[in-house]
């Protein structure tokens, strides 16, 4: 008997819908790349993308717990000298409230092609609508 190794063209990809209202971020990251990476399915398979679609909806009202607002940072480099820049998870949290949500879950993927390619399947708003229903996607609760 041989171990079912999933095909790219086989996989079946569903659409997800989460509600991030009042959602501790690292919870509800930890489940949205479990359903990115296609971990939920009797057919996942490390080496190949299984994943489903996700639209997460109300990211700006995400919950981060004790004082990550004001202690938490977010580092990025241009590459030259003395180009650091960081900002609070407060004040990245005000000005895109998608890209908090982005950096929690890619820390949670693969650090390579594949992890870039399940990325790209996240959909993030920071409001309550979203421009994917003509998908149907399921609601899921944490």
Known sequence: ???YQAKKGEVTRDWCLFDAEDKVLGRLAAEIAHRLRGKHKP???PHTDTGDFVVVVNAAKVRLTGKKLTDKMYYRYSGY?????EITAGKLLQKKPEEVLRYAVKGMLPKNSLGRAMLKKLKIYAEGEHKHEAQCPKTLEL
């Open 81 to 85: 000298p003395g180009g650091l820049k």
């Open 1 to 3: 008997m041989k171990t």
């Open 43 to 45: 057919v996942f398979t």
